[in-house]
């Protein structure tokens, strides 16, 4: 099945302990991307990938890191997390020409 | 700067009945839209798109309407179903590699 998976599903964590969340696809998509999802807010861009070793800074790149060494993962890295990274974060991915997302089923961060 | 938003952000329909869920957006060079549906506990899932050339696509019980005049966007849902019951959210291109989304409006579905 074409999917996007996204690990883990719930997290709770403490302010400044390093996590890592995991994002794979396996529909050969050039293009990676990950969101966040606060009410009010809709989905906001963090960073995206256009390809293996190209990624770039979305709409709130603070306090993430990612990185794209496969083609098929795209973790997503908070080095040092802090409350107001507390939210709902998602994977999504397509061909390098098409707009039309797949998404994972999302990852819940609390930062306590 | 550019942004999509909704007109309202939430809307309750009877089964059976139609819905239309509207967006406006501001940036008058988009040239493509998605609507997105996400149900609860799982993430957006593509529904529809259009191109600014077209002022109207049909799906299966969904068609988009585009007014560029206006700036208006909307996702009408022919006979309502309680399976519609969702988010919905409407998302522009912005350049060549992003999509920006609006802040969604929730459907509900009354028996």
């Known amino acids: 099945e074409a999917q996007v998976t996204q690990n883990p599903r719930y997290l709770i964590t403490v302010t400044g302990k390093k996590l890592t969340v995991t994002c794979s696809q396996n529909?050969?998509?050039?293009?990676m991307s990950w969101y966040r999802q606060d009410p009010g807010l809709g989905l906001r861009q963090i960073y995206y990938s256009m390809n293996v070793e190209v990624t770039d800074k979305g709409d709130v790149p603070e306090g993430y890191k990612v990185s794209r060494k496969e083609k098929r993962n795209f973790p997503l890295i908070l080095e040092s997390p802090s409350p107001n990274q507390t939210s709902l974060y998602f994977c999504?991915?397509?061909?390098?020409?098409?707009?039309?997302?797949?998404f994972g089923s999302g990852t819940r961060l609390t930062v306590v | 700067g550019e942004s999509v938003g909704l007109h309202l952000p939430t809307l309750s329909v009877q089964e059976g009945d139609n819905s239309i869920i509207n967006c406006a957006y501001s940036?008058?060079?988009?040239?493509?839209f998605i609507w997105y549906k996400q149900e609860s506990g799982k993430g957006p899932q593509f529904i529809i798109d259009?191109?600014?050339?077209?002022d109207k696509r049909q799906g299966q019980r969904v068609t988009v309407l585009l007014n560029k005049t206006v700036k208006h966007l909307s996702l009408q849902i022919a006979a309502t179903q309680p399976g519609d019951s969702a988010v919905y959210f409407c998302a522009e291109k912005v350049n060549n590699n992003d999509m920006r989304f609006g802040a969604g409006t929730r459907l509900t579905v009354k028996p």
């Open positions: 999504a991915s397509s061909t390098w020409d098409d707009y039309g997302y797949t």
């Open positions: 259009i191109r600014s050339n077209m």
């Open positions: 529909m050969n998509h050039e293009y």
């Open positions: 940036n008058s060079a988009s040239d493509y």
